[in-house]
C-alpha cells in the first residue's frame, strides 16, 4: 500500500505542475487512554487533492471533523492512516511524504512551504507584536529592518493600531490578537496555507481586509485549505466549497491507489 | 522512515543506560541533536531524564551503549572512554552546562565579569582589557547591569544569577549546551524573561540545546522536539507541538492534561 501511494503520489506530482497537496484516505481515531481507552474516530477516510491558485473552503458540522484534518496535514496531528503528500520540487520525487516525515522534514517544510493560521494566537510572553510578525520573514533570511518594514505595512493594513507594535499580544484583545496572528501566518507567502477560521472574531471591516489578503494570496498562486463559517468571506475566496462527507471514501481500502489525471 | 540526514547529528547516543546498581536511572537510550537544534527532555522527578543528561554530558559514566561527538575541527569522537583531558577540553571549547541552581554553576569568591572571563581565559585568553570588554557585553546581552561588573555572584538576585551562568557557558562560543531544570525555582516572570532570552539566545547563535525540565510550558516555548521520559525509558518523542497536541502514549496523556490552563 505504502509503495503504491509513493509511486502514485510520485506520477501526480510530476504530471501535474501545478498540484501542491494530495490527502488519500486520511484517517483519525484518538484514543483516551485517561478514559479507560475509549476511542474516538474523527476521520473516516478523507481524500482531496489542492493546487496552486485553488482556496478550498471546507464546509460540514461543527464537529465533523475539519479543524482535526487541517491539523494532521499540518503535522500537528498524527493521521492514524492514508498519506499525505506536500509538492518539494527539491526532491526527485517532487513530493515529500509528511505521514512519513521525520520532525525535521516537518520543521522544514513548515518553514519553506506550509503555513498555519489558528483562530487563537499561541503568545509568547515578552515578544512584541512586531517581532512576532516579522519572525518567520527573518527565520527566512530576510534582513531584519526590510522584515520589520514589511511587517509594519501588513499590521497597518490590517488596522493593529501603531501604539501595540511593540507590546507582547498577550494583554490584546481577542480581534486584535487575530490579527497579528493572521499577519504572522500569511507575512511569508508560504505557497501552502492553512487557515483554520482566521476570521472568527473579527469585525466586517477587519474580515474583508483579511478575505482581500487571502484572494491575494490566492492569486499569487498559494494553494489553500480553509475553514470559514462566515458566509460572506466564504464566497469571497473560495474556489471550490466541498462537504468533508463529499471527501470522504464509503471504502478507506482503494483510496492509495486512486489516480487522478 | 524517510531519511532527512540533510546534516549529520552533532550528538548521538544509541542504547545508552546508566543505571544505580541496576536500578533507577534510564534505559536503553536512542537520541541524537543536531546542529542549532533546541531538544526538551520532559518527565517527572524520578523519571531518569537528569541522569540522562548527566550521563551525555559526560558528568557521570555510562554504563552500556554508544556515544558520540562531531566535533568543529576533529571529527567525530567516541565519548564513551574518552581520556580526561579530551573531555575537558570538550566541555571548554564546544559545550556548556547550565544547572539549574546558579550556585553550582557560579564561582562565588568572583566577581561578576570574572566569572564570565574565566572560561576564557581556559582556553588561552590573557588580554585583560579584552575579557573585561567581553564580559561587559555579554552582561548587557543577558540583560545584566555591566556597571555591575564588579559585583560578587552573591549581590545579585536568583534570575540575575542564572543568567550570569548563561553568560558564563555561552561567552566561549559553544555547539551545544546542556541544561538541567534551567528556570525552575525562579518566579514566574523571571521564568518568562529567562525564557525569551534562552529562545532568543538559541536561534540567534545557531546554538543546539539539550534542555531538561519537568515544565511542559518551558518544552513548548523553547523545543523544536520532545522526549518524554518515565521510568528510566523514552516513552514517546516528536515534534513538540504534536506530542503536545497529540499525545499517543498514556503517560504522556497524563502529563499534558495535568497543565493547569492558564
Not at chain 1, 484517517?27 to 481507552?37: E, N, P
Amino acid at each position: 500500500m505504502n509503495a503504491n501511494a509513493d509511486l502514485s503520489n510520485e506520477l501526480a506530482f510530476a504530471r501535474r505542475d501545478a498540484l501542491m497537496l494530495r490527502a488519500r484516505g486520511i484517517a483519525k481515531t484518538f484514543t483516551l487512554h485517561q478514559q479507560g481507552g475509549a476511542r474516538i474516530a474523527a476521520l473516516h477516510g478523507v481524500s482531496l487533492d489542492v493546487e496552486r491558485g485553488e482556496c478550498v473552503v471546507l464546509s460540514g458540522a461543527s464537529g465533523a471533523g475539519k479543524s482535526t484534518f487541517l491539523r494532521c496535514i499540518y503535522g500537528n496531528y498524527l493521521a492514524t492512516g492514508g498519506t499525505i503528500a506536500i509538492r518539494d520540487d527539491s526532491r526527485e520525487s517532487r513530493h515529500v511524504s509528511l505521514t512519513h516525515a521525520s520532525p525535521h522534514d516537518v520543521i522544514r517544510l513548515r518553514r519553506t512551504t506550509m503555513g498555519y493560521v489558528s483562530q487563537f494566537l499561541r503568545a509568547i510572553p515578552r515578544v512584541s507584536s512586531l517581532d512576532l510578525v516579522s519572525e518567520p520573514l527573518v527565520s527566512r533570511g530576510v534582513g531584519e529592518e526590510d522584515a520589520r518594514a514589511r511587517a509594519s505595512a501588513l499590521l497597518e493594513r490590517l488596522h493593529v493600531p501603531r501604539r501595540l507594535w511593540a507590546l507582547a499580544p498577550a494583554t490584546f484583545s481577542g480581534g486584535e490578537q487575530q490579527r497579528v496572528n493572521i499577519a504572522r501566518g500569511l507575512i511569508a507567502g508560504q505557497p501552502l496555507l492553512l487557515l483554520d477560521e482566521p476570521t472568527a472574531s473579527l469585525d466586517a471591516e477587519n474580515r474583508d481586509v483579511v478575505a482581500d489578503l487571502i484572494v491575494e494570496a490566492r492569486e499569487a498562486g498559494a494553494a489553500i485549505v480553509g475553514i470559514f463559517h462566515d458566509e460572506d468571506t466564504r464566497e469571497r475566496v473560495a474556489t471550490r466549497v466541498v462537504g468533508l462527507d463529499e471527501l470522504t471514501k464509503q471504502s478507506p481500502s482503494n483510496t492509495g491507489i486512486l489516480q487522478t489525471c | 522512515m524517510t531519511v532527512s540526514a540533510h546534516v549529520a547529528p552533532l550528538l548521538s547516543a544509541r542504547g545508552l543506560s546508566k543505571q544505580y546498581a541496576g536500578r533507577g536511572g534510564c534505559v536503553e537510550i536512542d537520541l541524537d541533536v543536531y546542529p542549532g537544534e533546541v531538544l526538551c527532555i520532559v518527565g517527572e522527578s524520578g523519571s531518569g531524564k537528569s541522569t540522562l543528561l548527566n550521563a551525555l554530558a559526560l558528568r557521570t559514566p555510562s554504563n552500556r551503549g554508544t556515544l558520540t561527538y562531531r566535533t568543529r575541527d576533529a571529527g567525530t569522537l567516541d565519548l564513551i572512554g574518552l581520556a580526561e583531558p579530551q573531555r575537558r577540553m570538550l566541555s571548554r571549547t564546544e559545550w556548556g552546562f547550565v544547572h539549574q541552581n546558579a550556585r553550582d554553576g557560579l564561582r562565588h569568591g568572583v566577581s561578576a565579569g570574572a566569572n564570565i572571563g574565566e572560561p576564557l581565559m581556559a582556553i588561552g585568553a590573557r588580554h585583560y582589557g579584552r575579557l573585561r570588554e567581553t564580559a561587559a557585553d555579554w552582561m548587557a546581552r543577558v540583560e545584566l547591569d555591566a556597571a555591575r561588573i564588579d559585583e560578587l555572584p552573591s549581590a545579585f538576585s536568583g534570575g540575575m544569577q542564572q543568567r550570569l551562568q548563561i553568560a558564563r557557558n555561552l561567552v566561549t562560543g559553544p555547539r551545544l549546551v546542556f541544561m538541567d531544570e534551567p528556570t525552575a525555582g525562579l518566579d514566574v516572570s523571571v521564568q518568562a524573561r529567562l525564557l525569551d532570552l534562552l529562545r532568543t539566545l538559541t536561534s540567534k547563535l545557531h546554538l543546539a540545546a539539550l534542555i531538561v525540565t519537568h515544565d511542559i510550558g518551558v518544552a513548548r516555548l523553547l523545543a523544536h522536539r520532545l522526549m518524554v521520559m518515565k521510568d528510566g525509558r523514552v516513552v514517546e518523542s516528536g515534534l513538540t507541538d504534536q506530542v503536545l497536541d497529540d499525545p499517543q502514549h498514556p503517560y504522556t496523556q497524563t502529563l499534558v492534561a495535568s497543565v493547569l490552563p492558564v
